[in-house]
């Protein structure tokens, strides 16, 4: 099975450090998600990508996130300074929109926690 | 404004009983509807879509434009089925941005 790849799985960091998550779509995938998980707030749409340009980053505090897609195999969130609040799971999802195989797939997620 | 309701955060049934886990949606147009399953602590798996009219693991979903509901369903709930459930809409009128609600937490009681 194609299988979208989250790195790294776990990070810890400290309060007001720089994170980078990433994220390999599935080859051919045009539309590229970010998601965070919480408990309080269930899953939070962030960003999204369609054929590498940015669709939609209103669900992004664009004070310290930034979503990129520098080629078609990579996407990028970023947070830069990290806060204790950001401690979350981070997903990426990929998938065709509107093809045979409408739906998207998940990645296994980011668990970032931020002391 | 689109919106997606799962009024159950978590839903207790026994084994071998009737599952009906509740979703409730906002839209104006033609909606397309999907639910996902976590189980613990692996990633989200679309189980099923709206469109396809198919059943996934003995769980089926109609959508029923008149009561804005699509409704997940399984005859005899089994174990196995403890997990995570997301009701997802696609919102065709702004480039199939996927709307989540917040889950319900199905727990099967053996």
């Known amino acids: 099975d194609a299988r979208v790849t989250q790195t790294p799985r776990h990070k810890v960091t400290e309060m007001g450090q720089e994170v980078t998550m990433r994220c390999q779509p599935i080859?051919?995938?045009?539309?590229v998600f970010w998601y965070r998980q919480t408990m309080m707030q269930g899953l939070e749409l962030l960003a999204y990508?369609?054929?590498?340009?940015?669709?939609?980053d209103s669900g992004m505090p664009k004070d310290r996130f930034s979503a990129e897609m520098p080629d078609a195999t990579l996407a990028t969130l970023k947070i830069q300074p990290s806060e204790p609040r950001d401690s979350a799971v981070y997903f990426c999802?990929?998938?065709?929109?509107?093809?045979?195989?409408?739906?998207?797939?998940f990645g296994s997620g980011t668990r970032l926690t931020v002391v | 404004a689109q919106r997606v309701t799962q009024p159950e955060k978590l839903l207790s049934v026994f084994k071998g009983a009737p599952v009906e886990l509740k979703c409730n949606y906002s839209?104006?147009?033609?909606?397309?509807l999907f639910w996902y399953v976590q189980y613990s602590r692996q990633r989200l798996q679309l189980l099923l879509r709206h469109i396809s009219r198919e059943s996934i693991k003995g769980f089926t979903a109609d959508l029923n434009k008149g009561e804005t509901s699509f409704h997940l369903k399984k005859p005899f709930a089994q174990e196995e089925d403890s997990a995570m459930y997301y009701c997802a809409l696609s919102d065709t009128n702004r480039d199939d941005k996927i709307i989540f609600g917040k889950g319900t937490r199905l727990h099967i009681l053996p």
């Open positions: 080859l051919g995938h045009n539309t």
């Open positions: 839209y104006s147009g033609s909606p397309e």
């Open positions: 999802a990929s998938g065709l929109a509107r093809g045979p195989n409408y739906g998207y797939t």
């Open positions: 990508f369609r054929n590498r340009a940015p669709l939609d």
